[in-house]
């Protein structure tokens, strides 16, 4: 009877052994899993720090661009990227949520599988929300450092465009119209016109006109064309400020330069309006065919018709 109760007693021992060993065990599994879930929560939040970060590095554009599409470029780029951490933020704030969910309500019970799917699904709608918020955040800052970028270049496009167009008409001076008194000792000197409106000059299209190139002969006398005469019609030529650039020695080089200050004006995107100035008579238009005052001379030679003869002059 005794041996009974101390083998009773002995099997009753090692259960609760073994039961305590199953429930140890237990505690390390639910310790385990804990340590698991704290760890893929702590990831998480790096992760979503990271993603953070990454949004926030999205913002930074380049100090300086080479032209408008490559800002652009940039631009799209960069939404992009934010984009992508926006969602990888997202992500990991879902996961978590997770994770502390099944650390808070991992029993198995009706109740704690009840409270574990709620806190997923209201972590969802934060983590969502959060992400849209941080995101939407750094994409205003992005356009809103776009726009001074594209301010700051249009500025130094029109500082660049008035240099460059400033240097070109200080290539090609003013010239005044010759008078007696004036020491050139060529008789017939070439010179063009140009009109431009200055408080224009940063416009990309603006227009400058231009003329032919034409004469000046100075008179049998030494004296030159009229100045106040020559001016009047100059003026009459455009609305726009002119100037008289010259002189040239001969015909081909006045074109070549006039030709050059064309090229080089719609280089930097101006358009070219030309000019017709037919001179004088008497220094634009003179030849050995035309009297002084440029008319055509009459052929001394030259058979009358009498007034009273028809087409076949019978």
Do not use: C
Request: glycine content about 4%; cysteine-free; aromatic content about 8%.
């Amino acid at each position: 009877m005794k041996k009974e109760q101390d083998e009773k007693q002995l099997n009753e021992t090692l259960r609760k052994i073994q039961q305590d060993r199953e429930d140890q065990n237990k505690i390390y599994d639910e310790i385990d899993k804990k340590t698991s879930l704290l760890r893929q929560g702590m990831a998480a939040g790096t992760a979503v720090e990271r993603a953070k970060n990454e949004i926030k590095e999205s913002t930074k554009l380049k100090e300086l661009y080479a032209s408008i599409e490559e800002l652009n470029a940039d631009f799209s780029a960069r939404i992009q990227r934010m984009d992508a951490a926006a969602e990888t933020m997202k992500q990991q704030m879902n996961a978590g949520f997770a994770a502390k969910a099944d650390m808070l309500y991992s029993s198995g019970s009706t109740i704690d599988n009840g409270f574990n799917a709620a806190s997923k699904l209201i972590g969802g709608y934060i983590s969502n929300a959060k992400a849209e918020k941080e995101r939407e955040k750094a994409a205003l800052e992005l356009e809103r450092k776009k726009k001074l970028a594209e301010a700051n270049m249009e500025i130094e496009r029109k500082k660049m465009l008035a240099a460059l167009r400033n240097e070109l008409f200080h290539k090609f001076p003013k010239t005044a119209i010759p008078v007696a008194s004036s020491k050139i000792q060529e008789n017939v000197i070439y010179f063009f016109i140009y009109a431009f409106d200055s408080t224009r000059i940063t416009e990309k299209q603006a227009v400058m006109h231009i003329s032919n190139v034409f004469p000046l002969v100075r008179y049998n006398d030494g004296t030159w064309p009229l100045k106040s005469v020559i001016e009047k019609e100059i003026n009459a030529l455009s609305p726009l400020p002119k100037t008289l650039h010259g002189y040239y020695a001969s015909r081909e080089e006045a074109e070549a330069m006039q030709n050059a200050m064309k090229d080089i004006y719609t280089k930097t995107g101006g358009n070219i309006q030309s000019l017709q100035y037919k001179g004088r008579p008497g220094f634009a238009t003179g030849s050995e065919d035309t009297d002084f005052w440029g008319n055509k001379k009459k052929d001394p030679n030259a058979k009358k018709i009498p007034a009273t003869s028809d087409f076949w002059n019978q």
